[in-house]
């Protein structure tokens, strides 16, 4: 049986909130008096006054979305604290000059001193956003300004990460140039080539193989790269003939005349595949006897990535211990030849006369303990020096510096007397 609706004839009715009755009369659909409407009115809870001024200026994070630099540089005046305040996403005007590419915005925002570091709700950096996009001169930017390049956000993913992903070729090989770790792992452990990989990103995957990528680094499920980019052909060809011309270069020996020592940092770093960095050691004004005196917080401080850090630190301290060096590229070198007595001749010497200290090489031994420990004493008044030279105060650089000129004339000296 069929639903059925019945409707009234009747009108419907209507209700009205009539009024009070005015004199006795009967009441009718007339409103409140106007006295009594405003009385209500103004006893009901007012918004806040805002002068007009504050609906003139956009906010700051308006402002660096749409390249808007008057804009921030009126604010500063005004509002000198929003340049660096986050909104409810914790984002940063310079996330958003960043994340849309405005060099310029990005370039004043540094200029004024916010942090260029500072992370949204999910550790998102500016140079991450950058990256992401495709930004390339705005990642220049950041470096150049001391962006880190191993951050992670809240997944532990890199800038290089999110270059990878979104095949930003370009920002993935300015990245490398910048010491990004091309086999840092996520919270998945997933690393930037394998990144690359899944998504089929050709160039990304050759520049990360050519940077030290490793194809057979593998995830937290035990895929590596090739594994990864099984339905992609052209990404395993590209893989298998990386790795077919590592094989051939590691199974063909070529013959090695005598080694020829590092004549200074710079050679050193390019027999290690580091020669990116020599400009950062050159602007610390370290060299090849200073480096060896360095320590994991050095490195730290100078913002070397977690990768190259572990590769030098670990040259350092077989350096230290046997006074050879022993780099990832090569099996055993010879001590560096230099005008000093290599740590590793110095303890076999020391330990050799210390047997027979009755021997006519004793004086041979206190002369090498004299050199060992003048140069300590060198390289302390050589740091203390380097750390001053950012303070402009003359007299005080200058007796450093003639401390160690001292040193030095008196470790030639003892060295030419025993013609070590």
């Given at each position: 049986?069929a639903?059925r609706?019945?409707?009234?004839q009747?009108?419907?009715?209507v209700?009205?909130?009539?009024s009070?009755?005015?004199?006795?009369?009967?009441p009718?659909?007339?409103?409140?008096?106007?006295s009594?409407?405003?009385a209500?009115?103004l006893?009901?809870?007012m918004?806040?006054?805002v002068?007009e001024r504050e609906?003139?200026?956009?906010?700051?994070?308006t402002?660096a979305?749409i390249g808007?630099?008057?804009?921030?540089?009126?604010l500063?005046k005004?509002?000198p604290y929003?340049?660096?305040?986050?909104?409810?996403?914790?984002?940063?005007?310079?996330?958003?000059?960043a994340y849309?590419?405005?060099?310029g915005?990005?370039a004043f925002l540094i200029?004024?001193?916010?942090m260029?570091?500072?992370c949204n709700?999910?550790g998102?950096?500016?140079l991450m956003m950058a990256a992401?996009c495709g930004?390339?001169?705005?990642?220049r930017?950041?470096?150049?300004k001391?962006?880190s390049?191993?951050r992670?956000?809240?997944d532990e993913r890199?800038?290089?990460?999110y270059?990878a992903?979104?095949?930003?070729?370009?920002?993935?090989d300015v990245l490398?140039?910048?010491?990004?770790?091309?086999n840092a792992?996520?919270?998945?452990g997933?690393?930037?080539l394998?990144?690359?990989?899944?998504s089929?990103?050709?160039?990304?995957?050759?520049s990360?193989l050519?940077k030290?990528g490793?194809?057979?680094?593998?995830?937290k499920r035990?895929e590596?790269a090739m594994?990864l980019?099984s339905?992609?052909p052209?990404?395993?060809q590209?893989?298998?003939?990386?790795?077919?011309?590592?094989?051939?270069?590691?199974?063909?020996e070529?013959?090695?005349?005598?080694y020829?020592a590092?004549?200074?940092?710079?050679?050193l770093?390019?027999e290690?595949?580091?020669?990116?960095?020599?400009d950062k050691?050159r602007?610390?004004n370290?060299?090849?006897?200073?480096?060896f005196?360095?320590n994991?917080?050095?490195?730290?401080?100078?913002?070397?990535?977690?990768g190259?850090?572990?590769r030098m630190l670990?040259?350092i301290?077989r350096?230290?211990?046997t006074?050879?060096i022993?780099?990832?590229t090569?099996?055993?070198?010879?001590?560096i030849?230099?005008?000093?007595?290599?740590?590793?001749?110095?303890?076999?010497s020391t330990?050799?006369l210390?047997?027979?200290?009755?021997s006519?090489?004793?004086?041979?031994?206190r002369s090498l303990r004299?050199?060992?420990?003048t140069?300590?004493?060198?390289?302390k008044?050589?740091?203390?020096?380097?750390?001053?030279?950012?303070?402009?105060?003359?007299d005080?650089?200058?007796?450093?510096?003639?401390?160690i000129?001292?040193?030095?004339?008196?470790i030639?000296?003892r060295?030419a007397?025993?013609?070590?």
């Amino acid at each position: 049986m069929a639903a059925r609706v019945r409707f009234s004839q009747e009108r419907p009715g209507v209700t009205y909130v009539q009024s009070t009755s005015v004199g006795g009369t009967t009441p009718s659909l007339s409103t409140k008096p106007v006295s009594q409407l405003l009385a209500d009115l103004l006893a009901k809870p007012m918004p806040t006054l805002v002068s007009e001024r504050e609906y003139q200026v956009m906010d700051a994070c308006t402002a660096a979305s749409i390249g808007e630099e008057n804009v921030l540089r009126e604010l500063i005046k005004i509002k000198p604290y929003s340049l660096s305040a986050k909104n409810r996403a914790g984002w940063t005007p310079l996330l958003y000059g960043a994340y849309l590419g405005h060099q310029g915005i990005c370039a004043f925002l540094i200029s004024i001193g916010v942090m260029i570091d500072d992370c949204n709700s999910r550790g998102q950096t500016a140079l991450m956003m950058a990256a992401a996009c495709g930004n390339t001169n705005v990642v220049r930017l950041l470096l150049e300004k001391g962006a880190s390049t191993d951050r992670c956000d809240k997944d532990e993913r890199q800038a290089l990460h999110y270059a990878a992903s979104c095949s930003q070729n370009v920002v993935v090989d300015v990245l490398l140039g910048a010491g990004a770790d091309p086999n840092a792992a996520d919270v998945n452990g997933m690393s930037p080539l394998q990144e690359a990989a899944i998504s089929g990103h050709e160039l990304t995957v050759i520049s990360i193989l050519e940077k030290g990528g490793s194809a057979h680094q593998k995830n937290k499920r035990g895929e590596d790269a090739m594994a990864l980019a099984s339905d992609n052909p052209k990404v395993l060809q590209l893989i298998a003939d990386h790795e077919k011309t590592a094989s051939a270069a590691e199974a063909v020996e070529q013959p090695r005349g005598p080694y020829r020592a590092p004549q200074c940092l710079a050679d050193l770093l390019e027999e290690m595949n580091l020669e990116r960095f020599v400009d950062k050691f050159r602007q610390q004004n370290v060299d090849l006897h200073l480096f060896f005196d360095l320590n994991e917080k050095d490195f730290e401080e100078m913002r070397i990535p977690y990768g190259p850090k572990k590769r030098m630190l670990k040259v350092i301290e077989r350096y230290r211990a046997t006074g050879v060096i022993n780099a990832d590229t090569f099996d055993s070198i010879p001590p560096i030849a230099s005008s000093s007595v290599a740590p590793s001749q110095l303890q076999q010497s020391t330990r050799a006369l210390e047997r027979d200290e009755s021997s006519s090489s004793s004086e041979l031994l206190r002369s090498l303990r004299f050199i060992r420990d003048t140069n300590e004493a060198t390289k302390k008044l050589a740091i203390e020096a380097l750390q001053s030279l950012h303070v402009d105060h003359n007299d005080k650089l200058r007796p450093l510096l003639t401390g160690i000129m001292h040193g030095v004339e008196q470790i030639a000296a003892r060295a030419a007397r025993h013609e070590l």
